[in-house]
Nanobody, 118 residues
């Protein structure tokens, strides 16, 4: 069982930056992949970015070149550096984890609000 706790959300003006963090705790040996999803009001939760323990990354097209996902395997922590933020990036951002390569993203944090507005 893994618990995920996000931090770093807030209000930022368009063009600004934010850095999200997510720390995993619990009883496990390692985590195969960690990542971020987001959900805006009235929309389904969707992928933002994921990263494996080996450093392989995957991004949704709308954030490529603006967001960077990174990970500290020793501390079981994942980060999302968000630059050039747009109003359409506003959403609740959820941290997620997949324990094994053959599994699904089944562990979720409580979410952190990101609002991009002038």
């Amino acid at each position: 069982q893994v618990q995920l706790v996000e931090s770093g959300g807030g209000l930022v003006q368009p063009g600004g930056s934010l850095r999200l963090s997510c720390a995993a705790s619990g009883t496990f040996r390692s985590i195969y992949a960690m990542g971020w999803y987001r959900q805006a009001p009235g929309k389904q939760r969707g992928l933002v970015a994921t990263i494996t323990s080996g450093g392989f990354t995957n991004y949704v097209d709308s954030v490529k070149g603006r967001f960077t996902i990174s990970r500290d395997n020793a501390k079981n922590t994942v980060f999302l550096q968000m630059n050039s933020l747009k109003p359409e990036d506003s959403a609740v951002y959820y941290c997620t984890a997949k324990m094994y390569a053959w599994g699904e993203f089944g562990s979720w944090g409580q979410g952190t609000q990101v609002t991009v507005s002038s």
